[in-house]
């Protein structure tokens, strides 16, 4: 029999047990041939207790390289280049561990959907095949334990084998499993190394019965089930003895041991007819040196025994020194698998060594940057408790390091806020949720400044929370912005209310003294062509200052709508109606197509108008002369809204200008005339106000040359009911004429105003203030007072109301506001003091004769 050593000079543990099994076994079997002389009997009991020995050792030592090849994948499972994700470290990590080693095998790296990450025994920049193994990588991290394979056929490579898979955890959770290759010739080496006869059977199977390795004919036997008859016998237990039929036909007596831990196994099966001749032939041989060898056997035994007991020992030792975090140095082993493992430990400490010396670091970094940034940042325990400050932290409030450690740090907290922020983040801590809150903190000068604190809780790798890290932002420069913009635009809403009354007074007269003129009439063209542009200007200046107004209402939130039940197609035939004059007068084409069915919507019937008529007044001013301009009305019942499409054949635009083209005074270019006038309010009115409606507006266009298309979507109603008041009432037949006092502080206005009604055949009186208003009105006794509202001296236009409506005498009068305040505000006030009517300054003609004469 030969011994199998490494080329380090170093024998594996299975020698050394084979050794010591023939010092054993064999000294035994000489002298009981020697002692019973040639009975056969006692020989065979001597040859099963030496065969069953071998068997029970080879299977040993088949559970000893499963477990050696599991310690080496639970080590590299702990290598720091799989929670950094470096395969391609982890790669050469591996190829070199297993080299060292020995295993004559190769690692896999698989992620938890069994697909292939990493492949030892392919080159870095080969595909890795795409073979993945769900139910082998569930089974692993469904248990979170190490899992040994039975026979696989070849999927990595073309051979078959086995594997060790062990879980992988990275960041406290199961990401993947590791599984290193054991080829089936490891196995067969370890059969051949036995230096059993040549006749002999000798098989290695694994824990479903398969053969993974055989002594002979492994190329047409290894794969399959073993015999019937060796089956049969490893039912009734893990180790035992008996008579079969070999898969190739021989009858054996066989010898067979199941290791309880893997489920592996040995079976040795001896001919039956080599069994009785060597029987006989080897008593007769040995018999009479069976004294000499048994005592040399038995010393032998001790002496290897002793050794083997000496290097696991050392392991041991070193192996309990590493798991109390000390370093090791594990002396020179004479087996090579202890060798193997020592060399393991020692990469373990090293890399245990190079761990720590990261973490301390990190943590000088940690603390070096959190003592340089900006904020103030801070750390407590688990509980709550403060245990660390940065430097900003001190540098700011000017506590001691005394002071943090006696917990001084909650009087630099605001009085007023200390209670309320730390109750909070007391039951942010019993969550576990992070926090955050807004509070002031007193520096060292005594003045306090306003922060933006946030703490989030650090966890360990079982998800426990282990302190908290929290920091405070200095937030007092953007509060006192944030208050001066809020300041700057009450100011800037106060400045455009301002501003709409004084541009709307100069206006009021003018427009009076324009119908004055139509009125007088005359054959003068120049006349009637100037009161016309007089007449479309100030209409155009009222329109501007009304969409400035409203675009304004819409930013802040302060547009309210008066909502009806509206036939959509109505409110767009009649808007359209209203600006086909003004669009044949530029030349253009109107048509309106609309559904012959009411289409229902819930709206602001004086809005919607307002909504079509600006994308009506866009189409005329950008569409050429000769151009055509299209209405289209219809309902998405699928969708449930209603869409109003507005189409011309004008200029068009870029897509730059369709981005921005919904932003208040965003316009197309122009040149330096501005022929096509405006502000830019429009379309930035029809969004806003068709976003109070629910709705959207959008634009297309084919590019600059090829029209525009303007679409309102607006939701359709639930339910039907009939028509909506329209916009504009109409006029009232049989006006009689009135009395009226005029107060109004612009004596233009108030007597262009009053020559106008009495134009009408009214009669008129004025007054200039509030105090000969009130005055007036008890000797005057009008029907109707017309009244500004902001009037010189102590009674504006509110008191005015309040004292008329105070009279029994003039209490049924109407009472008409006409002021350039025209927002909801004004209008509520001016109703809640008494007035009937709130009109804005200019007043429209019709609409104040309308009024007139409904009275």
Same mark, same amino acid.
């Given at each position: 029999?030969?011994?199998?050593?490494?080329?380090?000079?170093?024998?594996?543990?299975?020698?050394?047990?084979?050794?010591?099994?023939?010092?054993?076994?064999?000294?035994?079997?000489?002298?009981?041939?020697?002692?019973?002389?040639?009975?056969?009997?006692?020989?065979?009991?001597?040859? =099963?207790?030496?065969?069953?020995?071998?068997?029970?050792?080879?299977?040993?030592?088949?559970?000893?390289?499963?477990?050696?090849?599991?310690?080496?994948?639970?080590?590299?499972?702990?290598?720091?280049?799989?929670?950094?994700?470096?395969?391609?470290?982890?790669?050469?990590?591996?190829?070199?561990?297993?080299?060292?080693?020995?295993?004559?095998?190769?690692?896999?790296?698989?992620?938890?959907?069994?697909?292939?990450?990493?492949?030892?025994?392919?080159?870095?920049?080969?595909?890795?095949?795409?073979?993945?193994?769900?139910?082998?990588?569930?089974?692993?991290?469904?248990?979170?334990?190490?899992?040994?394979?039975?026979?696989?056929?070849?999927?990595?490579?073309?051979?078959?084998?086995?594997?060790?898979?062990?879980?992988?955890?990275?960041?406290?959770?199961?990401?993947?499993?590791?599984?290193?290759?054991?080829?089936?010739?490891?196995?067969?080496?370890?059969?051949?190394?036995?230096?059993?006869?040549?006749?002999?059977?000798?098989?290695?199977?694994?824990?479903?019965?398969?053969?993974?390795?055989?002594?002979?004919?492994?190329?047409?036997?290894?794969?399959?089930?073993?015999?019937?008859?060796?089956?049969?016998?490893?039912?009734?237990?893990?180790?035992?003895?008996?008579?079969?039929?070999?898969?190739?036909?021989?009858?054996?007596?066989?010898?067979?041991?199941?290791?309880?831990?893997?489920?592996?196994?040995?079976?040795?099966?001896?001919?039956?007819?080599?069994?009785? =001749?060597?029987?006989?032939?080897?008593?007769?041989?040995?018999?009479?040196?069976?004294?000499?060898?048994?005592?040399?056997?038995?010393?032998?035994?001790?002496?290897?025994?002793?050794?083997?007991?000496?290097?696991?020992?050392?392991?041991?030792?070193?192996?309990?020194?590493?798991?109390?975090?000390?370093?090791?140095?594990?002396?020179?082993?004479?087996?090579?698998?202890?060798?193997?493992?020592?060399?393991?430990?020692?990469?373990?400490?090293?890399?245990?060594?190079? #761990?720590?010396?990261?973490?301390?670091?990190?943590?000088?970094?940690?603390?070096?940057?959190?003592?340089?940034?900006?904020?103030?940042?801070?750390?407590?325990?688990?509980?709550?408790?403060?245990?660390?400050?940065?430097?900003?932290?001190?540098?700011?409030?000017?506590?001691?390091?005394?002071?943090?450690?006696?917990?001084?740090?909650?009087?630099?907290?605001?009085?007023?806020?200390?209670?309320?922020?730390?109750?909070?983040?007391?039951?942010?801590?019993?969550?576990?949720?992070?926090?955050?809150?807004?509070?002031?903190?007193?520096?060292?000068?005594?003045?306090?400044?306003?922060?933006?604190?946030?703490?989030?809780?650090?966890?360990?790798?079982?998800?426990?929370?282990?302190?908290?890290?929290?920091?405070?932002?200095?937030?007092?420069?953007?509060? =006192?912005?944030?208050?001066?913009?809020?300041?700057?635009?009450?100011?800037?809403?106060?400045?455009?209310?301002?501003?709409?009354?004084?541009?709307?007074?100069?206006?009021?007269?003018?427009?009076?003294?324009?119908?004055?003129?139509? #009125?007088?009439?005359?054959?003068?063209?120049?006349?009637?062509?100037?009161?016309?542009?007089?007449?479309?200007?100030?209409?155009?200046?009222?329109?501007?200052?009304?969409?400035?107004?409203?675009?304004?209402?819409?930013?802040?939130?302060?547009?309210?709508?008066?909502?009806?039940?509206?036939?959509?197609?109505?409110?767009? #035939?009649?808007?359209?109606?209203?600006?086909?004059?003004?669009?044949?007068?530029?030349?253009?084409?109107?048509?309106?197509?609309?559904?012959?069915?009411?289409?229902?919507?819930?709206?602001?019937?004086?809005?919607?108008?307002?909504?079509?008529?600006?994308?009506?007044?866009?189409?005329?001013?950008?569409?050429?002369?000769?151009?055509?301009?299209?209405?289209?009305?219809?309902? =998405?019942?699928?969708?449930?809204?209603?869409?109003?499409?507005?189409?011309?054949?004008?200029?068009?635009?870029?897509?730059?200008?369709?981005?921005?083209?919904?932003?208040?005074?965003?316009?197309?270019?122009?040149?330096?005339?501005?022929?096509?006038?405006?502000?830019?309010?429009?379309?930035?009115?029809?969004?806003?106000?068709?976003?109070?409606?629910?709705?959207?507006?959008?634009?297309?266009?084919?590019?600059?040359?090829?029209?525009?298309?303007?679409?309102?979507?607006?939701?359709?109603?639930?339910?039907?009911?009939?028509?909506?008041?329209?916009?504009?009432?109409?006029?009232?037949?049989?006006?009689?004429?009135?009395?009226?006092?005029?107060?109004?502080?612009?004596?233009?206005?108030?007597?262009?105003?009053?020559?106008?009604?009495?134009?009408?055949?009214?009669?008129?009186?004025?007054?200039?203030?509030?105090?000969?208003?009130?005055?007036?009105?008890?000797?005057?006794?009008?029907?109707?007072?017309?009244?500004?509202?902001?009037?010189?001296?102590?009674?504006?236009?509110?008191?005015?109301?309040?004292?008329?409506?105070?009279?029994?005498?003039?209490?049924?009068?109407?009472?008409?506001?006409?002021?350039?305040?025209?927002?909801?505000?004004?209008?509520?006030?001016?109703?809640?003091?008494?007035?009937?009517?709130?009109?804005?300054?200019?007043?429209?003609?019709?609409?104040?004769?309308?009024?007139?004469?409904?009275?």
């Amino acid at each position: 029999m030969s011994l199998t050593t490494s080329r380090s000079g170093r024998w594996t543990v299975r020698t050394y047990l084979i050794w010591l099994v023939l010092a054993c076994l064999l000294p035994g079997v000489l002298g009981a041939l020697a002692l019973f002389g040639h009975q056969y009997r006692q020989s065979r009991a001597e040859l =099963d207790k030496s065969t069953m020995l071998t068997a029970r050792a080879l299977a040993q030592a088949t559970d000893n390289h499963l477990l050696k090849v599991q310690a080496v994948a639970q080590s590299l499972a702990t290598s720091a280049a799989l929670p950094s994700g470096d395969l391609a470290r982890f790669h050469q990590q591996g190829r070199e561990v297993l080299s060292q080693v020995g295993l004559g095998s190769h690692l896999v790296l698989r992620d938890a959907q069994g697909r292939q990450l990493l492949n030892t025994a392919l080159a870095r920049d080969v595909a890795l095949p795409d073979t993945p193994e769900p139910a082998r990588v569930e089974a692993v991290l469904g248990t979170g334990q190490p899992a040994i394979s039975n026979l696989q056929p070849g999927s990595e490579l073309p051979l078959s084998g086995m594997s060790v898979d062990v879980p992988v955890h990275v960041a406290g959770e199961l990401r993947y499993v590791l599984s290193i290759k054991v080829p089936v010739q490891r196995f067969q080496q370890m059969l051949q190394s036995q230096g059993l006869p040549p006749d002999w059977f000798a098989a290695v199977f694994d824990g479903q019965g398969t053969l993974v390795a055989r002594a002979q004919a492994p190329d047409e036997f290894v794969g399959r089930k073993v015999a019937a008859g060796l089956a049969r016998q490893l039912e009734q237990g893990a180790e035992g003895s008996g008579e079969f039929t070999t898969l190739d036909g021989v009858p054996v007596f066989s010898y067979f041991s199941r290791s309880p831990q893997t489920g592996w196994g040995v079976a040795i099966g001896i001919p039956r007819a080599a069994l009785i =001749d060597d029987m006989a032939r080897t008593s007769a041989l040995l018999g009479a040196g069976i004294v000499v060898l048994f005592g040399a056997g038995l010393m032998l035994a001790r002496l290897i025994g002793r050794g083997i007991s000496r290097s696991f020992q050392a392991l041991s030792d070193a192996a309990g020194e590493l798991g109390a975090g000390h370093e090791i140095d594990v002396p020179d082993m004479h087996i090579r698998e202890a060798d193997a493992v020592a060399t393991a430990l020692s990469s373990a400490s090293r890399l245990l060594r190079e #761990r720590s010396a990261t973490l301390r670091e990190s943590e000088m970094r940690f603390k070096a940057l959190a003592d340089n940034i900006a904020q103030l940042a801070w750390m407590t325990d688990r509980h709550g408790a403060f245990q660390w400050f940065n430097r900003r932290w001190f540098e700011f409030t000017g506590m001691s390091v005394g002071e943090a450690a006696a917990g001084s740090w909650g009087r630099y907290h605001h009085p007023d806020h200390r209670d309320r922020a730390l109750e909070k983040f007391r039951r942010h801590v019993e969550s576990g949720s992070p926090w955050e809150d807004t509070f002031p903190l007193r520096g060292r000068d005594g003045s306090y400044r306003w922060f933006l604190s946030r703490a989030f809780p650090l966890r360990d790798p079982s998800g426990r929370i282990v302190s908290w890290f929290g920091t405070n932002t200095d937030i007092t420069e953007q509060l =006192d912005a944030q208050q001066a913009l809020h300041e700057a635009d009450r100011r800037k809403d106060e400045f455009i209310a301002l501003l709409a009354h004084e541009l709307r007074n100069p206006l009021a007269p003018v427009r009076t003294a324009v119908e004055i003129l139509r #009125r007088l009439g005359g054959d003068e063209p120049r006349h009637d062509r100037a009161r016309a542009v007089i007449e479309r200007q100030v209409g155009h200046m009222a329109r501007l200052i009304d969409d400035l107004l409203d675009v304004s209402r819409i930013a802040r939130g302060k547009l309210a709508l008066q909502k009806e039940r509206c036939d959509l197609a109505a409110v767009a #035939r009649q808007t359209a109606d209203d600006y086909r004059p003004s669009l044949e007068t530029a030349g253009l084409r109107l048509h309106v197509r609309t559904a012959p069915q009411p289409i229902w919507v819930d709206g602001d019937p004086v809005r919607l108008a307002q909504m079509i008529g600006n994308l009506l007044n866009n189409a005329g001013r950008f569409t050429e002369r000769g151009g055509q301009v299209e209405v289209h009305v219809e309902a =998405d019942a699928g969708r449930r809204m209603a869409m109003v499409r507005v189409v011309d054949t004008g200029v068009g635009m870029d897509a730059e200008l369709m981005q921005r083209l919904f932003d208040p005074f965003s316009q197309a270019r122009q040149d330096l005339a501005r022929s096509k006038g405006g502000l830019g309010l429009g379309l930035a009115l029809t969004k806003g106000l068709v976003e109070l409606h629910g709705g959207g507006v959008a634009v297309d266009s084919d590019g600059v040359g090829h029209g525009s298309t303007f679409t309102l979507r607006l939701p359709l109603a639930h339910s039907q009911q009939l028509d909506c008041a329209q916009a504009v009432d109409r006029l009232l037949p049989g006006q009689k004429a009135l009395r009226v006092l005029v107060i109004e502080d612009n004596e233009d206005a108030a007597r262009s105003l009053g020559e106008l009604l009495e134009m009408n055949g009214h009669e008129v009186k004025l007054a200039f203030d509030g105090e000969s208003g009130v005055v007036a009105a008890h000797q005057f006794r009008p029907d109707v007072v017309i009244s500004d509202i902001g009037l010189p001296g102590e009674i504006d236009g509110y008191g005015v109301a309040q004292a008329l409506r105070a009279s029994d005498a003039l209490r049924h009068t109407c009472l008409i506001a006409l002021s350039g305040y025209a927002n909801d505000q004004a209008r509520r006030r001016s109703s809640a003091a008494g007035f009937d009517v709130h009109l804005a300054k200019p007043a429209d003609i019709q609409i104040l004769e309308r009024t007139l004469a409904s009275l």
